[in-house]
């Protein structure tokens, strides 16, 4: 349990804000991690966990605030400023570089004795890694090239690699760790639970995590995050999950958000079979959706259902299996072929995959269907801001009309052009969404939500990988989990009639 | 994936319009500064900046030397950019798709020795196989590049090797000249009525390929996968087959350009248009194309290949040596990258 | 951790150039068969010679290609090395008379011209193909008019011919500078920060610069050494053919990327190194001097340099090819 003595926190954050344009990412943040503890911060998607992190490892700077080290006033302006106070980061996605050796990546950038004018002393690195790797108590030798390592190993020299950034400071050092179990297999966890209970000794850490069990098992002290702004701190021992996921979701989700009064019944005909589908990290996948129907799929970080969405649609190559539309045989080898049936995609990654920034409204609307605004395959200017128009006008997309470049839009407004797209579609038969809510605002989500019920009301049948449960549970007609690339349950949702989150949370993991 | 969106999010956004372009941007600048800064506006916006520096340029040399400045210079002017301008508008092709050629000037220098060889001993049949060849050799270059996924100007590279030997094999290192058929190709430099064919031809397949880009369905998705290519393939288009489709036109166009080169010189060696591969490039990034891809096109270029054109004659008229040229080339094309690159669109150049 | 024999070799070999080792004893083992005249001391000693110079390119050419950036303006820097050497030690043109002391001078020159292009992409953010085709170009027009207008400047300094002519211990003197140009390569990428870095650069610039790396600086040095290796190789161009010229490297280009590349230093860097590329430039040497025994025309060399290219290329992209990836 975190001691109250008299020691100064290892870092204390007073008031921390931070924004970008007119999204606030942090609003007023104060919280402290002291010394010799390890520290929970949870969220969803969005809540500022990332923005802490990154202001924390000194990637970012606050807006305003003050954040102390031991008592000193401090502000990091870059990684290696923070990592040379002692603050490291663990990323998710490892920061380990695979082509060179595990002594040079424990000590990148921060080599101190082992480089002297210039010149590497590589038995002076050897020996300063293998004292760190024998914290974490890894068997990997100093010498070996990274990549020839299993994941879990990399993982602890990655904790190896924080763990050595404390050495150039006479303090413990602080080490935070951004999910670090998401890839993890049980076994590799409950080692990597001992390092930490370990290090713990002469460290501090905070650990990020989205799985809530886990938190609550390892952590002194929790903070849980939501819309920016520290919500609650947590005591684990009085704590459980469920507490843990109502703090984290807070609001009072009222039907009225999730415009489940626009919903309407599916029609009882199969629009979308999809017989034994099996494709990059997902395998032998069957399901029938109806016309008009909404079906949301949850499921963790590859669970597969990404992958179930883009071989739909012809971006991933499927091993075996078929789809059919109407009866009719889908060719899932371009995303011409789930084009030219009538299926729609919004990829997950807006501003990478879904809107081209360089171009205007009008021309992100009409890529897909260019046949619906031209002649034997001549634009036609007129029909162009005509149809362009009528869209801005219908989803109420706020922009200066469709000349505007998109890079001028708000996140919101290039979803809906994306949306725009499929839907000015002749014949749009099967809308597929990866996270189409993903770091939208409240408004802007619920104005995606009102599209969705819409389009399923004419008949488009809609397959949503949901961001978050209450999203699956309150839009759909029915909700898929999906965990190691397996379809694991299958609830139906109606108003009265919701599948309870702990259900679908047992099905997804 | 450690993607920028990942390590700035928004700011991204901010910062990601493109110097071309911001019309919203432009025009709120004119509104305060006036009106000489709303016609500046206005020219950038249109692209226009590249023809009125034709025209500053060619006031500049008339000033400095007069006598030099004639319709008999402008005639050769023309002539002489109209291979120039066949493979600036191939690179500006590949370039507006994001992509680099540089095997442009080798493979346009291996059709001239082929095109002399073939006219010396097939006859009139060798023009449409010269043609053809550019499209294939062009195809296939756009095919490897995207099947293997090969940067671009790795496969080019290596093609223009390629090329360059087998136009010293196939000349046999030596200049190889037209004895038959001149006829063939040499009315291109004919000037009806004083104007020079060679060049109204080069304009009007400029004005094609204008069209092309700027108004048909297929011509914006070679814009759309400059911009993003990844969005684009999510839209349901076949971007292999765009880019391999783009790199056969600029191989036509090549193809083009050696038929001119040759109805110029009546002569060809392996290596006889390959100081033009620096200036192709510059006519394309002086016209106003951004290097990065997705902004300008085959309209601006026509510009730019005059300016390039411009600054070979006009050098001359002023009295600059001939070996300053490469230099002024160099330059240019860093200078007028530096200007246009979009800084904030990735995170790192290599 | 699989600890058999094969897996134990694997990892001691990891990051050497064990497949470039392979392939080079093949081709001399194929080409030793059919020209028994191959494996002469005097043929041998020809093969390291013709060896020497692209290798010294390579040296430099490997940090910028770890680096994951390229440098295309070797033979243009080459031009710039070549007639300024002919110009820095006695000749017919002037009356200056550096010596051997030309070359640190001239390794200068092509410093600089090596650091334009690492301004113009580190600074300007210019692609670096496209800032060293430019510099090429720049470098091209320097060295027309170092060339002036009269006939090719004329070296007659003997100790500056005897770098590549004389021989010591059997094998020509630049052969033996070549070595020392290799071993100091090697020194520099095992035991300096720079050479360190150029893997780690390579690996992921993002993990680089989350690490507090000035990249930049690094990047930046790898342009300074290419130009200093290029120009160094122009003026022994100079040295071997006693004149001055302007296309001094004329297809060394291609040999060099492709050597590069065949050794198996990957264009999207990060791995190969130093050794593998000289052990590339080996086996396009082999190729070429074999070609010329068994009787194949000069002309195919560019031709051979080009498809070995595509080839050697193509082979390591295909690991990385997956569905959307975008390569531009």
Redesign the interface.
Known sequence: MAQTSTEAPALRLTDVSKSFGVVNALTKVSLEIRPREVVGLIGENGAGKSSLLKILSGNQTADSGTMELRGRPVTFSSISQAMSNGVAMVYQEQSLLPNVSVAENILLGNERGAVRDGFYRWKQMHRTAQRHLDEVKSGVSPSDITDTLPFAQRQMVEVAKALATGDGSPYDPVILLDEPTSVLESGDIETLFSVIRRVKEHASIVFVSHRLEEVLEICDRVYVMRDGEVVAEVDPAEADVDQLFRLMVGRDLTSGYFREDLSTEPTPDVRLAIESLTGPGFSDVSLGINRGEIVSILGVQDSGRENLGRVLFGALPAAHGSVRIDGERVGLRSTRDAVARGIGYLPSERKIDGAIMGMSVADNMTLAHPDVVSTLGVMRSRRVREVADEWIRRLAIKTSGPAAEMVNLSGGNQQKVVLAKWMLAPDLRVLILDTPTRGLDVGAKSEVYAILHGLAAKGVSIILLADSLEEGIYVSHRVITMADGKVTGEFTSRPGNRPSRTSLIERML | ?????E?T??????K???PA????RSAKRGERKGAAARVLGFVNQKGLTPAIVVVLMIVVFWAMNPSGVTLNTLSTLFDQSAALLMLALAQSLVVLM???D?ANSALASFLCVLLVIWLNTLGPIAIPLVLLLGVAIGALQGW??MY????????T??????V???G??ASG?SAVSLIQNFELVQWFYESPGGIPLAFVIGAAIAAVLAFFVA????G??L??IG????????????TTVTVVLGFALAGLLIGIAAIMTVGQLGTASSGIANSL??PS?AAVVVGGTA?S???GGPGRIVFGALIIALLRIGLDIIGV???????????I??AA??IT?N?SRT???? | MDNSLLARFRRATHGQPVPALIALALIVVVIAAQAPVFMTAGNIANVIDQAAIPAIIVVGLSFVILMGSIDLSVEGVMAVGSMSAALLVANDRNSLDFGLWALPVVMIIGGVLGLVSGLAVTRLRIPSFLATIAIASVASGIALILFGTSAKPQIVDPVFIDLTQGTFLGFTKVSWLALVIVLLGLVIQRYTRFGRYAYVIGGSEEIAKLSGIDVRRYRLLAFVIAGMCSSLAGALTASRTSIGSTTPGDGLLFLTIASVVIGGTILTGGRGGVLHSVIGVLIMGVIVTGMVLIGVSGFYQQIIQGVVLLVAVTAVAWKLRRPMRVVM
């Open positions: 994936m450690p993607t920028s969106s390590v999010p928004v700011v991204e956004v901010e990601g319009r493109r372009g911001s019309t919203t994001g992509r680099i540089l490897v590049h293997f996924q090969i940067p671009s100007f790795v496969v590279l290596a093609v223009s090797g390629i360059g030997g087998a010293l094999i290192a108004k048909t369905a297929r914006r998705t814009k759309a911009s993003n290519q990844r969005a684009t393939a999510y839209s349901g288009i076949r591969l620096l490039i290097i891809g997705g902004t040596p001939q070996e300053f040229q490469p230099i002024v080339y160099g330059v094309v860093i990258i530096a690159v800084r995170l790192s150049v290599v």
